[in-house]
């Protein structure tokens, strides 16, 4: 099996991974792969209380416990890698350190794949400032970044769905505090192991693209 591309982006709340991640995808026609949805596939196999353990955190914004999300992570690599295409753009996980390493396994015994981890990096008053002013979509939840152009929609340019503010959003400087204590040491792991491509993320959303391409090295 020839290897495919799996880029991992990894970083503050509102550094704009989903938006990257998007491009990206477009751009080198790759599959684009969200936790989130990975998250929504599996909800309606769920029951009792494994589906209160998922569902709760999921619907407010916390974190989904690290054995299950891993476990579908890297479930849902097995199950795509075989399928037609250059590879995978995946977001919003790793988010733990248990996830990381538990990743990191994996991938270490899978060598189809050729791995790339960017962070994009942003400060905190950034990260709360953009999530004051993003909207999601009711529907698909898709994230949309703030520019003065997003500003003007009404509709979710993805679906046609209705665009609100998300209500976790309330706990801006909360869910900083949780990116310090939980998602902050995966990239220090992966900087330990010498994977992670580091990228400014507080310039353009065009900018950070340009940036993620030339990063990847793939001319």
């Given at each position: 099996m020839s290897k495919k591309?799996?880029?991992?982006?990894?970083?503050?709340?509102?550094?704009?991974?989903?938006t990257q991640a998007s491009m990206l995808a477009e751009k080198?026609?790759?599959?684009?792969?969200?936790?989130?949805?990975?998250?929504?596939?599996?909800?309606?196999?769920?029951?009792?209380?494994?589906?209160?353990?998922?569902?709760?955190?999921?619907?407010?914004g916390g974190l989904i416990p690290s054995d299950v999300i891993t476990k579908w992570v890297i479930e849902k690599l097995e199950k795509v890698?075989?399928?037609?295409?250059?590879?995978?753009v995946l977001d919003g996980s790793p988010?733990?350190?248990?996830?990381?390493?538990?990743?990191?396994?994996?991938?270490?015994?899978?060598?189809?794949?050729?791995?790339?981890?960017?962070?994009?990096?942003?400060?905190?008053?950034?990260?709360?400032?953009?999530?004051e002013h993003r909207r999601v979509c009711a529907n698909c939840r898709y994230a949309l970044p703030?520019?003065?152009?997003?500003?003007k929609l009404t509709v979710c340019p993805k679906c046609g769905g209705q665009l609100v503010k998300r209500a976790d959003e309330m706990a801006l400087e909360k869910r900083w505090q949780v990116y310090e204590e939980q998602t902050l040491p995966v990239v220090k792991y992966f900087r330990q192991q010498g994977l992670l491509k580091e990228i400014?993320?507080?310039?353009?959303?065009?900018?950070?693209?340009?940036?993620?391409?030339r990063a990847l090295n793939l001319s």
């Open positions: 591309l799996l880029v991992i982006f990894i970083g503050p709340p509102g550094s704009g991974k989903g080198l026609d790759l599959m684009h792969i969200g936790s989130s949805e990975i998250i929504r596939e599996k909800l309606p196999t769920l029951s009792g209380e494994e589906k209160e353990l998922v569902e709760k955190p999921f619907n407010n890698k075989s399928l037609n295409g250059k590879g995978i988010r733990m350190l248990p996830e990381a390493e538990a990743l990191h396994q994996y991938l270490k015994q899978a060598p189809f794949w050729q791995v790339q981890i960017l962070f994009l990096d942003i400060k905190a008053d950034e990260s709360i400032w953009r999530r703030y520019t003065p152009e997003n500003a400014n993320g507080s310039q353009s959303i065009e900018k950070v693209h340009q940036d993620v391409v």
